[in-house]
Each structure stands twice: as structure tokens, then as C-alpha cells.
């Protein structure tokens, strides 16, 4: 256990330590945060107020990647942690220590682990939510007051992401159902955790009323944020991409030994957890595109109940046998540690060579920028974080109109790109040839 534990840790310590570029999503979160400190108006009422509210402490001490990865960070520690808690509580204490040391294997999950994004602190709270749910539904004593708990987990899950709408309703209804008979001999902690879970979300509904008339507005529009191609597409994504290219070396024979876990009969904990894992990732398949982060939380849970599988089934086995498969095991974990490791020191640079136009955009336009100032482009949450500038409207004209500088970003990178053509007088700030192009245009 304390060798998974210890991987996991390193490995995020590493990325945040290498302080690569933020990406799209975690420059958006940072401008969100900003516009909270300034008292600004929303410019995306659709971002979960919660990991914008996680930003601001970084943008209070510099708006530096280290300073706004910090909590994220501490999110993603605390991931392998509820984890190993949830495993636990539903499997024991052998296949916890294995899940954990799985899960530092599996690049793709740990890779996120420092990121100013919402997919991990939200599978954080969920899986340390349903860690104390499924302890306290499936009591023969009946619910006890510490259930109390999941409440604010769950309302911590849903604010720092609102797709956790998702995997939150999975989780009541699977509660209700095969907790039935626990929660009839003491339904009091119940009935209180869901009165305050509901107290919780009501300053959300408030604010969702007043910025689109419904107290569902902001979760059906942030639905549509992710879009998919046709319906289930994420679903079909998650089925058929090569497995260990999507989910990493250990990962895939782990996570089916876990979607088989429910033909041998497990106990109501162990069904429970397998309810709520894969009916997490269908829904979520089905409704967006994929992204091995949107199904953190169900995967976390099919790694629990895979690795228990294959633990019960090696006990089966002849002891010299399962003393070779568990050396094999033991080795294919420790191989894919080392790749993970290596793979990871690489790939700061990877996103800063992905950024390269950007930084370079940005730096030559904080060197001259006059404020108020605006950018305009097709990185422009990456472009106004390190340049200084406001985005700009599209098309920027009513900016121009103002007399202040707005500069123009065009780069080589897939996708659309800024007319070159605005109003105002056209001045070259950056031409690098084949990489980007920066011009201030003003009046």
C-alpha cells in the first residue's frame, strides 16, 4: 500500500513541480476566479462556481501555475486516499493497497492529478461520499447519524463540478434501493442528511433562477458544454479505444476483472459499488463525448471491485501457482510505475512545446500592452491569463471602437483562426514565421 501511495504522491509532485503551461479548461477556471475577486460579471454562468472558488487563492498569490495548482494538488492526493478508503470499506485492506498501487500505474489518471481542472477534486468528494453511504446503508443495525457526512461531500462534488449531477443521482437511487431495509429501521439519519444535502444546493438554485428562470437552468445548459458527435459517443469511445493507450498498462485487465465482479454474487456493499461505477460511466458515456477524466469516479470503483476479483481468485489457486501470478502481478505493477514515472517527466515539455505560440504571443504582448488592452484569438483563455489583456468580443469591433489596443493572435494550430483584417490601424508585434503572428490594431 505505501508503495502505490508513495508513487502516486511522487508522480504528482513532479508535474506540479514542473509547472507546465496551463491548458484551455484551467485558464478559463483562473479568469472565472479573477472575475470573482474583481466583482465582475460572470462571463461562463455555466462553470461550476466551485473550481472557479478553488482558483482564487492562486490568483491571490501570483496566478502562477504552483500557486494555482496547490489545491489541486491536494485534490489529487487525497483521490488515491478515498480511494483506498472506499476499497476499504467495501473489499478490505489487501485489495485497497493493490487498487491504489493500479491506479499509480495508469498514466492517463495520474496525469490529471495536478491539473486546475474539475474531473478529480469532484471524484475526490464523490468517492469519500459513497465511502460513507455504502458503510452506513448496508448496516444490519440500521443508518447511524455519521451518514450526516455525505451530505456536504456530495454538495462539494456537485459545486466543484455540476456534471456531478450524474453520478450524485446514480448514487441516491442505489442507496434507496439496496439500502432499503437499513434506512427503514433508522430512517432519522436519513431523512436529515437529504434535508441538508438540499440546503446545501439551494443558494445554486437561487442563483440559477435569477440568470435563466429555472433552478435547473445552469445544469441544462452546462450539459450541452461537452458536446458528442452523435448520441453515445463518449459510451462507444470508452468500449472500443486500445485499452492500454486510454487507461494505461495495468488498468484494462483490472477493470474488466471488475465489470465481471457481479457474476460471482458479491455482498450488498460490493453491489452497491458496482451499481453505482458503471452506471456512472453509461450515463456519462451517453450524454457526452469522452474523456477518461469525466469517469474518474466509476473507474475508481471498477478498479476497488476488479482488483478484489482477482484476489479471490488467486486464493482459489494452487500455492505455487498463486505465488508466480501474484510475483507477475507484482511485476507488471512496478513496470508500469516506472513508465508512468518517465512518461511523466516528459510531458511538461510536450505541453509546453504545444503552447509555444501562445507563451510567445502572450509575452510580446504584456511587454508593450497598455491597459486596458484586448487579445483576440483562438487560445484567448490561455492568451488573456499570461498576456494581461482582456478577450475580446468576436468580431472585436466595438473594442477596437474604444481606442483600445487589441491584439489580433494567429498561429498555425487546427481550427479557427482570427480575420486578419479590423477595423483601426494594423501594427506587427510578432511574426514568427510558421509559428504565429501577433498585430495591434487601434485607432
Not at 364 to 377: D, F, S
Request: aromatic share 10%.
Amino acid at each position: 500500500m505505501a508503495a502505490g501511495f508513495g508513487v502516486w504522491i511522487a508522480n504528482a509532485v513532479i508535474l506540479w513541480l514542473a509547472a507546465a503551461p496551463l491548458g484551455h479548461d484551467e485558464a478559463q477556471y483562473a479568469m472565472a476566479a479573477r472575475d470573482m475577486l474583481e466583482g465582475g460579471e460572470a462571463r461562463w454562468f455555466y462553470l461550476s462556481n466551485g473550481m472557479s472558488a478553488l482558483a482564487i487563492p492562486g490568483i491571490v498569490l501570483g496566478s502562477g501555475e504552483l500557486a494555482l495548482r496547490f489545491l489541486p494538488l491536494v485534490f489529487g492526493i487525497g483521490f488515491v486516499f478515498a480511494v483506498w478508503q472506499l476499497a476499504r470499506r467495501t473489499v478490505g485492506d489487501a485489495a485497497a493497497a493493490w487498487a491504489v498501487a493500479v491506479l499509480a500505474g495508469s498514466r492517463n489518471i495520474v496525469k490529471w492529478s495536478t491539473d486546475l481542472l474539475s474531473d478529480m477534486p469532484a471524484a475526490t468528494c464523490l468517492l469519500a461520499a459513497a465511502a460513507v453511504i455504502i458503510t452506513e446503508v448496508t448496516r444490519t443495525e440500521g443508518v447511524r447519524w455519521r451518514v450526516i457526512l455525505a451530505a456536504p461531500l456530495l454538495a462539494a462534488g456537485f459545486y466543484i463540478r455540476y456534471g456531478s449531477c450524474v453520478p450524485i443521482a446514480i448514487i441516491v437511487i442505489a442507496a434507496l434501493a439496496i439500502g432499503w431495509r437499513s434506512i427503514k429501521q433508522r430512517p432519522a439519519p436519513v431523512i436529515v442528511t437529504a434535508a441538508v444535502f438540499v440546503g446545501l444546493l439551494v443558494p445554486h438554485f437561487a442563483m440559477a433562477i435569477g440568470v435563466t428562470g429555472s433552478p435547473l437552468g445552469i445544469l441544462l445548459e452546462s450539459r450541452t458544454v461537452p458536446q458528442q458527435a452523435y448520441p453515445g459517443e463518449g459510451l462507444v469511445t470508452y468500449a472500443t479505444s486500445n485499452p492500454f493507450m486510454f487507461y494505461g498498462i495495468p488498468t484494462p485487465l483490472v477493470l474488466l476483472a471488475g465489470l465481471a465482479a457481479v457474476v460471482r454474487k458479491p455482498d450488498r456493499r460490493g453491489v452497491f459499488l458496482w451499481v453505482i461505477s458503471v452506471a456512472s460511466i453509461v450515463a456519462i458515456g451517453l450524454t457526452t463525448h469522452a474523456q477518461i477524466r469525466y469517469i474518474f469516479f466509476g473507474l475508481a470503483g471498477l478498479v476497488i471491485l476488479g482488483t478484489d476479483t482477482i484476489l479471490r481468485g488467486l486464493a482459489s489457486l494452487t500455492p505455487p501457482l498463486r505465488t508466480i501470478l501474484a510475483w507477475a502481478a507484482a511485476l507488471v505493477v512496478a513496470t508500469s510505475w516506472v513508465l508512468v514515472t518517465v512518461s511523466l517527466l516528459r510531458y511538461p515539455a510536450q505541453r509546453r512545446d504545444g503552447t509555444r505560440a501562445t507563451l510567445l504571443a502572450a509575452t510580446a504582448i504584456r511587454a508593450q500592452a497598455r491597459k486596458p488592452c484586448y487579445i483576440y484569438g483562438a487560445h484567448y483563455t490561455q492568451l488573456e491569463v499570461y498576456s494581461g489583456c482582456r478577450s475580446a468580443s468576436s468580431p472585436p469591433d466595438a473594442e477596437v471602437a474604444s481606442g483600445a489596443p487589441v491584439y489580433v493572435v494567429t498561429d498555425h494550430s487546427p481550427g479557427w483562426q482570427p480575420e486578419a483584417v479590423l477595423p483601426g490601424h494594423p501594427h506587427a508585434v510578432l511574426d514568427v514565421p510558421g509559428v504565429v503572428r501577433v498585430v495591434r490594431h487601434e485607432r
